[in-house]
Nanobody
């Protein structure tokens, strides 16, 4: 599975951004998809995950109610709508694919290149 993330940028606190991830490869539509982020000096953490059908999602407590993950299997894309952003959301965001519906980073086998999100106060 090959993953290409896009949509990052600079936004003021309280603003919104939408990240997109284009997936390709034989098993992309059969993969669980996740968005992770890594802030400077911190470990990579799961932000949101979505199962194969798109019928089930999981979120980090810090983003619940603000972020929404979705997927379009016909287009092989996964999106992360981020609203009411705050400075703690700053980091590099990665999309990733897994064979299991997991919140554990090491369960994800395929990673995109990352896109930087910077939230200014």
């Amino acid at each position: 599975v090959q993953l290409q993330a896009s949509g990052g940028g600079l936004v003021q606190a309280g603003g919104s951004l939408r990240l997109s991830c284009a997936a390709s490869g034989r098993t992309s539509s059969n993969s669980v998809m996740g968005w992770f982020r890594q802030a400077p000096g911190k470990e990579r953490e799961l932000v949101a995950a979505i199962n194969r059908s798109g019928g089930s999602t999981r979120y980090a407590d810090s983003v619940k109610g603000r972020f929404t993950i979705s997927r379009d299997n016909a287009k092989n894309t996964v999106s992360l709508q981020m609203n009411n952003l705050n400075t703690e959301d700053t980091g590099v965001y990665y999309c990733a694919a897994s064979g299991s519906y997991s919140i554990i980073t090491r369960a994800y086998d395929y990673w995109g290149q990352g896109t930087l999100v910077t939230v200014s106060s």
